[in-house]
């Protein structure tokens, strides 16, 4: 039987179901081979549903998104892709939550470049075998990409100057950053602002991230109690991934990236080249950059859980022929000083 552990409340939906559709469509699903595998994936992914109806719908964005990844093995990429988490959203939903991230009108907007007269940088630099990253974290069901993307940028920067990797609240900024909209998406930038005037951000264990359950934010309860502080921030230039190079050989740098489209919803590993547009909407940290046959990367920390991509992290194809950088990586590039 294709419904097992069903609690009589699911099998009311079953009666309503085979009522209003007709009892073929029903076991036509339960016949279709996918259905398993699609229920494997619920377990493994300890996912449910409230009815019936909702997981046939979810079996058929499932189905839809499983032929988009066979479609693609008939490619030659660089990368892979695989039935992950976010298998049963469709990518106009997958945005609606993980893609929240609002660019800053940049044109206007202009900072020291410290890094500017750099002229010798190494062929590949990776801030995790240097000790200025912490683990991957899951920002969970709320668009607070921007906090994790800029307090990534503040644990690097924090390490480099004194020794110290510290892992830091995202909480305190989803709550407090006023002029952000906490779970609804806000502005790295900002976010270095408020850590500037504040005299510094908490730790993620005094100040423990919250919102990827409850889906919104709470209220700010500034502990006063700050690990790290910055000096200010400043912007890289815009649409030079050389600049963005010279950036990241001295720290970790947060970016804003378009990533909508279902390559990279699916992406599993790999260099990352696209498809993708320009219509910047998450924010991530660069990490590192290196080369592998050829092809040169940048390492970009996400915030998806560890689940998502190369344990979390992308790489993603970089000095393309494009000034924007790949999904619009090199558009809007800053970093916290210290
Ligand atoms: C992939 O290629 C094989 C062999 O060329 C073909 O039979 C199959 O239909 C293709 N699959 C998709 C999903 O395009
Ligand atoms: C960005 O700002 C510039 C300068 O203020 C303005 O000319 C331009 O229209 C703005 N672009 C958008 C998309 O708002
Ligand atoms: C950029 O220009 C826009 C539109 O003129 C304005 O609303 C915004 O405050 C400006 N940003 C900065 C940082 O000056
Ligand atoms: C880069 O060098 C130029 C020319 O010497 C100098 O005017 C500028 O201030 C330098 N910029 C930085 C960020 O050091």
Redesign the pocket.
């Known amino acids: 039987m294709a419904f097992p552990n069903r609690s009589s409340a699911t099998l009311l939906s079953v009666l309503v179901f085979s009522l209003i559709f007709g009892a073929p469509i029903f076991t036509a699903v339960a016949d279709d081979p996918l259905f398993s595998v699609f229920e494997k994936w619920m377990k493994d992914n300890g996912r449910t549903y409230g009815s019936i109806t909702e997981k046939l719908q979810r079996f058929q964005v499932f189905k839809d998104n499983f032929?988009f990844i066979?479609?693609m093995?008939?490619r030659t990429l660089t990368y892979t892709l695989g039935l992950n988490k976010f298998a049963d959203l469709t990518n106009k939903e997958f945005l609606q939550k993980y893609a929240t991230f609002k660019p800053r009108n940049s044109s206007n907007i202009s900072t020291p470049f410290r890094y500017a007269n750099v002229t010798s940088i190494p062929s590949s630099i990776d801030w995790r075998t240097l000790g200025a990253v912490t683990s991957i974290k899951d920002q969970g069901n709320c668009g607070s990409c921007w906090a994790f993307s800029a307090v990534a940028s503040i644990e690097g920067i924090n390490k480099i100057k004194t020794g110290n990797l510290i892992s830091l609240s995202e909480q305190e900024l989803v709550d407090c950053v006023s002029n952000c909209y906490g779970c609804n998406g806000g502005y790295e930038d900002y976010a270095f602002e408020w850590v500037v005037q504040n005299g510094g951000i908490t730790t993620e264990d005094d100040y423990p991230y919250t919102s990827g359950i409850t889906q919104t934010e709470g209220t700010c309860s500034n502990t006063g109690n700050y690990a790290a502080t910055i000096s200010g921030y400043e912007y890289v230039t815009a649409y030079s991934e050389s600049d963005l190079a010279k950036a990241v050989a001295n720290q970790p740098v947060s970016i804003g990236i378009d990533a909508s489209g279902y390559a990279f919803q699916f992406y599993s590993g790999g260099i990352f080249t696209g498809p993708c547009g320009t219509s910047i909407d998450h924010a991530v940290t660069v990490v590192g950059y290196g080369s592998s046959d050829g092809t040169n990367y940048w390492i970009v920390k996400n915030s998806w859980g560890t689940s998502w991509g190369e344990s979390g992290y992308v790489r993603m194809q970089k000095d393309i022929y494009c000034i924007a950088g790949l999904c619009g990586l090199a558009m809007e590039p800053s970093y916290p000083t210290k």
């Open positions: 032929q066979e479609s093995k008939n």
